[in-house]
């Protein structure tokens, strides 16, 4: 029995095929399958199981159609320049602003958040209908870059600058260490900087400067990964990505694009303006995956 064979024969993880139809990102599906909330043909799923074509999988008592990798379709993505004053979050009992509430509306699927911002952050926000992407794009091990401009009440000294570079500054949670650290000047008490990171823990910036004795007064970011935020999606506006912009983030993160034929529903699509990168916003090489 060959490869191919004996691969066919097993299928593909239950997580990984929940993940790509858009029910949640992989590790929302691996919780959700330890909870006993799925079932494969009538029983209690397993993590790890595995599922082919035929199988009849229910998600809290809802059926949900299998997209194997081979039929898949390419996944929807949306750049949105977030507000300070909104939640990334779909349940708020203050009942702020969300990000979610002016999203275009799915059938079958749901809106995915691409890595966090806190409520008085702006800038960059990714979503997508495919759970392995995001999982890709956010998942510790993968290392992607973010990066940030940020606005502090005061100036660091050339000693903390090279501190941050290269020993980092030690949190209750761990060292954080800048990849990238730039001056970018100011004017009076306030100094701009820019930096990069390749994490993506709470108010990791914030707390990084508050360390210092530098507190944030303005963060936002402007790039994740090979995705820059465009100039022209002002703050609260949106936009969706094109299939060749769509490609290329598959691409460069190592998913499979999938049969050449792709099935899109163009009744679904939002009409949203298309964002255009430029060649060294998308094309050009990542400083790292």
């Known amino acids: 029995m060959n490869e191919q064979t004996e691969t066919s024969q097993l299928g593909e993880r239950l997580q990984k095929v929940l993940a790509q139809a ?106 997508t209908t495919s759970g392995e992407l995001a999982n890709r794009l956010m998942h510790p091990r993968f290392e992607v870059e973010r990066e940030y401009a940020v606005r502090v009440q005061g100036e660091m000294t050339m000693e903390q600058m090279h501190q941050m570079a290269k020993e980092g500054i030690e949190l209750e949670d761990g ?36 360390a210092l004795g530098l507190p944030v007064s303005r963060l936002m970011r402007v790039r994740f990964g090979i995705i820059n935020l465009p100039p022209r999606i002002k703050r609260g506006m949106m936009a969706e990505l094109g299939d060749a912009e769509v490609r290329a983030i598959l691409e460069w993160v190592g998913l499979p694009i999938g049969v050449a034929r792709q099935v899109v529903d163009e009744g679904r699509r939002s009409k949203l303006p298309r964002v255009r990168p430029r060649k060294n916003e998308l094309a050009g090489k990542a400083n790292s995956r």
Not at 183 to 205: A, P, Q, S
């Open 175 to 210: 060292v954080v260490r800048f990849e990238k650290l730039s001056d970018e000047g100011g004017e009076g008490f306030n100094h701009w900087y820019r930096l990069v990171l390749k994490e993506g823990r709470n108010r990791v910036v914030r707390r990084t400067f508050e």
């Open 22 to 127: 858009g029910i949640g990102s992989r590790r929302e599906m691996e919780e959700w399958i330890s909870a006993g909330r799925v079932t494969v043909n009538g029983a209690v799923a397993t993590l790890g199981m595995r599922v082919s074509e035929g199988d009849k999988v229910q998600v809290d008592g809802r059926f949900v159609r299998l997209k194997l990798q081979a039929e898949q379709a390419l996944p929807r993505v949306l750049l949105y320049h977030k507000q300070e004053g909104e939640i990334v979050s779909r349940d708020d009992p203050n009942e702020r602003a969300s990000v979610f509430d002016s999203l275009p509306k799915l059938s079958g699927q749901k809106w995915i958040a691409i890595g966090r911002l806190d409520f008085n952050t702006s800038g960059l926000l990714i979503f």
